[in-house]
């Protein structure tokens, strides 16, 4: 049997190459090892031990389990289920639906997946950065801060319910202009049609992908391949002009300063020296305070653009009207190409000098004429034209509302923060209460640390983190502010003192690290390797051991999965042996996972 990896490196070396057809693809889905290896990719997810509509999980897992999904991919009787539905909140307050896949599904979308990955992972633009390896809302907004640089507009567009509204026809179609094998096509309509049961009710699903499905973002991103193409063909045509032409009156200003410098510099009358060199001065800063290009040259155009998932962000060197052209040229692409609609809420022209919204940041353009020495020591106005990231005081307000930390007040007309105690969390071990406010201190300024602003901004935010810790502390141990702060500071670090799960004393620093602005190491060139990188695959050589991990005996083994660490009980041999192994799954032979199974029922 064929290695997996040798076989997907082998697909991805053909992904650049663009009239390149794949065929006879859907054969490699009767690779055991190809099934192994989706196992170990997905065994850690928590979503796996919630039960699809056949009612099973990843617990329990066999090599026979394999088998006999291989068998029905064979002779195509493999069927999906229908997703399980369920609703998630929104930032706006609406819900989001979300199917949850039966566990043998997600086995079947993983390897789907995989295989598509190293397929068009090659073949995708540059511009995409949803959903892919190596790529994040980071490297995006990465992007937009050095290849944004001067632009006059931005067109924020948002496509309106786009992975609900996915045409099937049209995605099926894509697909087929790179893979020659209808048994492969068949397998994802089958994915696609499989609906979803809400309220113990069947519901056909006529368009879109399954939402929470492992296979929906890779489709989601072949699908919107074909915008990236056409926004990149649209800038070629649209840009225009090598360089901004020149402006008369600085071009005019520059000859006479060049001038004043050739005779300043022959002058031997120190007193008509000292006057050239004053008039020279005055007339250098009135070149650094104006424009050496023409902003409003007809004959020089720009357009950039960027998409992370269903947001896009176009940055233009043009006039608003050139501007409302591109977003009626989009929305005729999505309507005509590929049957979507662009939402008119989110879909706006903004000025560069006021702020877009991307990601959750709010960008602008500098228009400022600060003057920066270079590494010559000439002044140069280096920042005029460069992209903002910012970290707007509404979004951390909203984050600190979300979190329950924060109280307002009205103070001479102002509004005043203060922080608040939390009740839901007094019950909980002071440690662990230092751990949360640490993971929702460092996950907000892990995603915000690339703002401009972050220092500042993000400064309030662990003010407000912080004396909400402290008040909750205090509540909890019915004692004060200040005494709780006197009792756990030491050396300028907040610390509470625990004991392990074996004894040891250990400590919980409250995050007091900083927050401090960071610039992204990633280029944005270089992700457009294919991920060919795989974990080792662990669970598969223990399941082909055939010795039970708990009482020693040969035979068929069972791999039993247990949702977090902190839910073993170390009462039982196989919990104990987890335990000592550090780890969520154990093989077992087939009788001790009966009794595992009964004593947890």
Known sequence: ???????????????????YKYERIYRILFNEELFMLAYEKIKSKPGNMTPGTDGKTIDGMTLKRITTLIDSLKDESYQPQPAKRVYIPKKN???????????????????????????????????SHGFRPFKSCHTALTCIQHTFTGVKWFVEGDIKGFFDNIDHSTLIGILRKRIADERFLRLVWKFLKAGYIEDWKYNNTFSGTPQGGIVSPVLANIY???????????AQTFDKGKKRKGRREYN??????????????????????????????????????MPCGDEMDENYRRLRYVRYADDFLVGVIGSKDECEKI????????????????????????????????LGFHITVRSLNVLKRNRKGSLRRDFKGKVMLKLSSETVKDKLQNLGVVRFTQKDGKMVWKPKIRTELIGMDADRMVAKYNLEIRGFYNYYCI????????????????????????????????KIIRKYTKNNEFIIPYRDAKGNEKFR???????????????????????????????????????????GNNGSLVMHHARTLKSIK????????????NRKTIAVCEECFVKIKETKQ
């Not at 005729?332 to 006021?354: G, V, W």
Request: hydrophobic share 35%; glycine share 4%.
């Open 93 to 127: 307050g609406k819900k989001r639906p979300l199917g949850i896949p039966s566990f043998e599904d997600k086995l079947v979308q993983e390897a789907t997946r995989m295989i598509l990955e190293v397929i068009y992972e090659g073949h995708f633009e540059d511009t």
């Open 570 to 581: 170390g009462d039982t041999p196989w919990g104990k042996q987890m335990l000592f192994m």
């Open 509 to 551: 620093v409250l995050y007091h690290d900083g927050f401090k602005y960071k610039t992204n190491a990633f280029h944005r060139t270089c992700d457009i390797i294919p991920n060919t990188h795989f974990p080792k695959r662990s669970l598969a050589e223990r399941l082909r051991g055939k010795v039970c991990e708990l009482c």
């Open 327 to 358: 977003k009626t040229d989009i929305a005729t692409f999505m309507h005509e190409r590929l049957k979507l609609e662009l939402s008119t809420e989110k879909t706006l022209i903004t000025h560069a000098q006021e702020d877009a919204k991307f």
């Open 1 to 19: 049997m064929r290695n997996p990896e040798v076989i997907l490196n082998t697909l991805s070396s053909h992904s650049k190459v663009e009239d």
């Open 252 to 289: 005019c200003l520059n000859v006479r300063t060049v001038n004043l410098r050739k005779k300043w510099r022959k002058e031997t009358d120190e007193t008509v020296k000292s006057q050239q060199l004053a008039e020279l001065r005055k007339m250098q800063n009135e070149l650094l305070a």
């Open 451 to 482: 703002a401009n602003n972050v220092s500042a901004t993000c400064t309030d935010f662990g003010y407000i983190m912080k004396y909400s810790l402290y008040k909750t502390l205090a509540r909890k141990f019915n004692s004060t502010l200040r």
């Open 224 to 234: 919107l391949d074909q915008f990236d193409k056409y926004m990149k063909e649209y």
